[in-house]
């Protein structure tokens, strides 16, 4: 599909997106803090508020098609950004990183995220364009990656082993201080400047985005075929990320079932990706090289109803399955406060049979 948005359109939002990245950069590393809720929330609902404006402009200049593919684009990678948040969380418990500083380390994370997503979309966009083919790889590699996201084995803790070779590594080649010294890099300890373990942390930041452009990059693929939908679509997921970090906080915990909703929406894309490629088909060994018409085209607002409602799904089923445990063990600690209020077990055993006593007859 041609893109028929204006030139200035294009390289005008570029602009203003990449000013609003600097903005909030700029903030952090003036005034490096913990947000509060309320503070996360305003300016989670100020980007999202931003991305449909977007939209919304879209739709005016180049119609519903393009603003639908830049909304079922974005809501798939804001739904792959959010299972990124996991493995933020437990690099930064694992390198038990100050949480004062951890917003920067986000913004790093950002910042490294969109230029490695921006050279895989330039890559992946050259190769479309001369070997239509690849649409067959991208749809079998979403659906295997749908399979490992179902059924993850040890969850994102495989994520995690990453960076524990990572840091053997490092330290083979530099010198790193075992504590921090705010947010810098360098140190100087007994008179020699060493690296901080923040070094590290920014490292394996640096693999978790590279192993999820890999992943995000041909699913958003699978959606739109523009390279400025799909770098805007990452580009307006990734924005507000640090702040929806601090706004969940503890309720990623709760989430424990998101990773099938995303599962079933990279399976969902993957064999989108194939139909395409059959109904676009190239091959000589498949129909004799002949595009095969009846192959089912499936439309962008079809994906986004799939996308929202998988999402939707997902997340009611993981806050119902959490409010019930809550009262479970609300109903389990009343039981045990009564029992201690009148001097005996919560649970009382009934003596076995053979050592009852029989009745006194008077």
């Known amino acids: ?16 997106v990449t000013l609003i990245l600097v903005a909030d950069l700029l903030i952090i590393l003036k005034r490096p803090h913990i947000p509060s809720t309320k503070e996360s929330t305003l300016w989670v609902v100020f980007y999202v508020t ?39 969380v437990l690099i930064m418990s694992q390198f038990s990183v100050p949480r004062r500083y951890q917003q920067e380390v986000l913004m790093v994370g950002i910042i490294i995220a969109l230029v490695l997503r921006g050279l895989f979309i330039l890559v992946g966009a050259a190769v479309i364009e001369h070997f239509s083919p ?28 990453q960076e524990n070779f990572l840091l053997r590594l490092l330290r083979r080649g530099i010198d790193i201080h075992d504590e921090y010294d705010g947010s810098k890099l360098r140190t100087v300890v007994d008179g020699r400047k060493m690296f901080t373990p923040m070094i590290i942390v920014f490292a394996a930041i640096g693999v978790t985005d590279l192993l999820f452009a890999i992943d995000s990059i041909p699913a958003i693929f699978g959606i739109t075929q523009s390279a400025f939908i799909v770098f805007t679509a990452n580009v307006f997921a990734l924005m507000g990320l640090r702040q929806l970090y601090f706004l969940l906080g503890d309720l990623l915990d709760r989430l424990r079932y998101l990773h099938y909703g995303i599962a079933f929406i990279l399976a969902f894309i993957g064999v989108k990706l194939i139909l395409h490629a059959l109904h ?36 009611l089923a993981s806050l119902s399955a959490s409010a019930r445990e809550r009262r479970a063990d609300g109903e389990d600690e009343a039981a045990a406060s009564v029992a201690v209020e009148m001097g005996t077990p919560s649970t009382v055993e009934q003596p076995p049979a053979s050592d009852a006593k029989p009745d006194a007859r008077s």
């Open 1 to 16: 599909m041609d893109l028929v948005l204006p030139v200035w359109f294009q390289i005008g939002s570029l602009v203003v």
């Open 50 to 88: 931003l991305a449909l404006i977007f939209a919304g402009v879209m739709w005016f200049f180049a119609g519903g098609e393009v603003a639908g593919q830049f909304v079922a684009g974005w809501l798939t990678e804001y739904s792959l950004s959010i299972d990124n948040l996991f493995v933020f």
């Open 134 to 161: 690849i649409f067959y790889l991208f749809g079998a590699f979403l659906i295997y990656t749908a399979v490992k996201q179902a059924f993850p084995g040890g969850d994102h803790d495989s994520d995690v082993t």
């Open 280 to 315: 676009e088909n190239e091959l000589p060994f498949i129909n004799g090289g002949e595009h095969i018409e009846w192959v089912p085209v499936i439309s962008t607002w079809v994906s986004l109803a799939v996308i929202v409602l998988s999402m939707a799904v997902a997340t």
